[in-house]
């Protein structure tokens, strides 16, 4: 069992930066694959990105790349999500998710634990 809590959300101007963490309890988290997705009001719940149990291999969504950054830290239970150079289309509720599967999945069903989100709002 692994439980997660994100933190790190607030209201930010277009152009800013904000750090997300999530916060896993449980003696295995070293061994989950790792992702971020987002969801934004009536709208799926959306892939953004995923960090192997080592950290050694991230993936990003498209629309990310170049400005968000994923990490982790095994000996903390957390990861990390940098977003930097924020965009108006980038307000959702984020959410951290765990996985066991290999590779590094972008399906929300292919994750077996969540956190309870939180919100990202970005102003323009």
């Known amino acids: 069992q692994v439980q997660l809590a994100e933190s790190g959300g607030g209201l930010v101007q277009a152009g800013g930066s904000l750090r997300l963490s999530c916060a896993a309890s449980?003696?295995?988290?070293?061994?989950?694959?790792m992702g971020w997705f987002r969801q934004a009001p009536g709208k799926e719940r959306d892939f953004v990105a995923g960090?192997?149990?080592?950290?050694?291999?991230?993936r990003y969504a498209d629309s990310v790349k170049g400005r968000f950054t994923i990490s982790r830290d095994n000996a903390k239970n957390a990861v990390y999500l940098q977003m930097n150079s924020l965009k108006p289309e980038d307000t959702a509720v984020y959410y951290c998710?765990?996985?066991?599967?290999?590779?590094?999945?972008?399906?929300?069903?292919?994750?077996?634990?969540w956190g309870q989100g939180t919100q990202v709002t970005v102003s323009s």
């Open positions: 960090i192997n149990w080592r950290g050694d291999s991230t």
């Open positions: 449980g003696r295995t988290f070293s061994g989950y694959n």
């Open positions: 998710a765990a996985d066991l599967s290999v590779p590094i999945a972008t399906l929300a069903a292919r994750y077996d634990y």
